[in-house]
């Protein structure tokens, strides 16, 4: 559908509107320096976005205290996002603790740690 392209358009823009504004002008301590947008799904009327974040912590109180973060700023989030991107209406933010990431890295050190076995079974019968 052709609306679709827009949408998403507004969605990648309103990503990297959040990121610059995250990254310079929101000061929080829950919120941790390494977190990326993963993504932005925007509605077809633009009035609703969810962000998805993710960041490396260490528990789930930090995950709660920065999603508590995001969300009691969001109302300046949004000001300071009308004035980095150009849209008509800057739409309501909900945040979402991506754990995309943390799960992928986790994949990523069993399989090393299988290689690794199968590597240690391979010199033993030589």
Do not use: W
Request: glycine fraction near 4%.
């Amino acid at each position: 559908m052709p609306g679709f392209d827009r949408v998403d358009r507004q969605a990648e823009e309103l990503r990297r509107g959040l990121d610059s504004v995250l990254r310079n002008q929101v000061k929080d301590p829950r919120i941790p320096e390494m977190f990326s947008i993963t993504n932005v799904e925007l509605t077809r009327d633009l009035k609703y976005a969810k962000v998805s974040i993710s960041a490396m912590v260490q528990s789930e109180q930090e995950k709660k205290d920065m999603l508590k973060a995001l969300r009691s700023a969001s109302g300046f989030i949004r000001h300071a996002l009308g004035q980095e991107v150009i849209l008509r209406a800057i739409p309501e933010l909900t945040f979402v603790f991506d754990d995309s990431i943390a799960y992928s890295v986790h994949i990523s050190s069993l399989l090393r740690e299988i290689a690794t076995e199968e590597k240690k079974g391979g010199e033993e019968e030589s």
